[in-house]
């Protein structure tokens, strides 16, 4: 990620003074840098995640706005049955603190200390087309957030809404970029309970302590409806879902992040994740691995193996691995992840890789990888 403050800069400017902004498009440089974003805040400014804090449900299906940022991220595997055409999907809806607890104050509806933005993507496998568009929103005037009864998150018309007072789901997935010719509208059902990963919910990210509140759902059934380029088609798959805030995920020596989401065929799901260091080291690792009833291990982080096999240049030279071996000798794992479509970059204000792959090797199954911090000449 590059560092350069300017569009930052001139965000906040627009935000603090009170202009509301709900973009289809933001500009295309400079880019927000990761470390801005997820960085270390100033200790007592915001509140932090900790192993001493006990997650509590319903409520932390909602938001935290005492925390530094947060977000709400659905990713899936979905096929028309008809024509057999196979799909992948991300919509991610993040909440970003501008300011910390009590620091803004206003009588202007229309100046809030919360910023949200959404990522929407669809990935036509078969078609080998990636499209990624994003959204940024205020909670003034209701045009974005996350609360309501039963909840509903969103940003602008992309949006996850409850459709049942005090649980999550059925959860029904919506959102239209006309712009890109994408549209999803889906209903997302559990196949398995609500897991806690690393400590009871608290995920450790370095080890000066940081970390964050995350939790997951790992096997959802998703059916509803799909469009691309004016073509609307039935589709039905699985998803993955993740809830996760935080006001100190990246420690200043971390670049960024692989992270990896598998759905076994054996009906298991693996949750792997390692950070970086600016010197292109293996730094902080987290894994967890989910039995057919749901039941969720950790797993000792020194047994993962992450070894890049191949690698795919995106048009603004960054270089990403995206065919992996992955082992977990615990596991009984030993795994070839592989991008389904190479270039599954989200080339948007923060850019990354986010793609569907598949799983061969010891056990076969799908699955999606999140790559941040990459830069060029990496």
Not at 10 to 19: A, D
Not at 47 to 62: E, G, I, N, T, W
Not at 140 to 154: E, K, Q, S
Request: proline content about 6%; some cysteine; glycine content about 12%.
């Amino acid at each position: 990620m590059g560092r350069r403050l300017g569009w930052v800069a001139c965000l906040l400017v627009l935000l603090v003074s009170g202009v509301h902004l709900l973009w289809p498009q933001p500009p295309a440089e400079p880019r927000l840098a990761l470390g801005e974003l997820l960085g270390e805040a100033p200790e007592g400014d915001y509140a932090m995640a900790s192993s001493q804090v006990a997650l509590s449900f319903p409520a932390d299906h909602r938001s935290h706005p005492d925390f530094r940022n947060e977000w709400w991220y659905l990713t899936g595997h979905l096929q028309d049955p008809v024509s057999g055409n196979r799909y992948g999907f991300q919509l991610t809806l993040f909440r970003f603190a501008l300011d910390p607890p009590g620091g803004l104050a206003s009588t202007n509806s229309w100046v809030d200390r919360q910023l949200y933005m959404g990522h929407f993507a669809v990935s036509d496998l078969g078609g080998g087309s990636h499209r990624a568009v994003e959204r940024f929103g205020r909670p003034g005037a209701g045009l974005a957030g996350a609360g309501g009864t039963p909840l509903r998150i969103w940003v602008g018309d992309w949006q996850l809404q409850a459709r049942e007072a005090g649980t999550l789901f059925p959860l029904h997935l919506e959102a239209v970029d006309r712009g890109a010719e994408i549209g999803l509208s889906l209903v997302l059902e559990p196949l398995k309970p609500r897991v806690l990963q690393g400590e009871a919910g608290f995920s450790r990210k370095s080890r000066e302590g940081g970390g964050s509140f995350y939790y997951s759902y790992t096997r959802l059934k998703a059916r509803g409806s799909l469009s691309w380029s004016g073509r609307q088609a039935p589709v039905q798959g699985a998803a993955w879902y993740d809830h996760e805030w935080s006001s100190n995920v990246l420690a200043p020596d971390q670049a960024g992040w692989d992270w990896f989401s598998l759905q076994l065929d054996d009906g298991r799901e693996l949750m792997a994740f390692r950070f970086r260091t600016r010197e292109g080291e293996t730094g902080w690792r987290q894994l967890s691995l989910v039995d057919r009833a749901g039941r969720i291990t950790s797993l000792d982080p020194q047994q993962l193996l992450i070894e890049p096999l191949a690698y795919w240049r995106s048009d603004e030279g960054i270089r990403y691995p995206v065919r992996w071996r992955l082992k977990v000798p615990e596991a009984g794992l030993d795994l070839e992840v592989e991008a389904l479509l190479q270039d599954q970059e989200m080339a948007l204000s923060v850019r990354y890789w986010e793609g569907a792959v598949r799983v061969r090797g010891s056990h076969r199954g799908q699955g999606f990888v999140e790559l941040t911090g990459y830069q060029r000449g990496d």
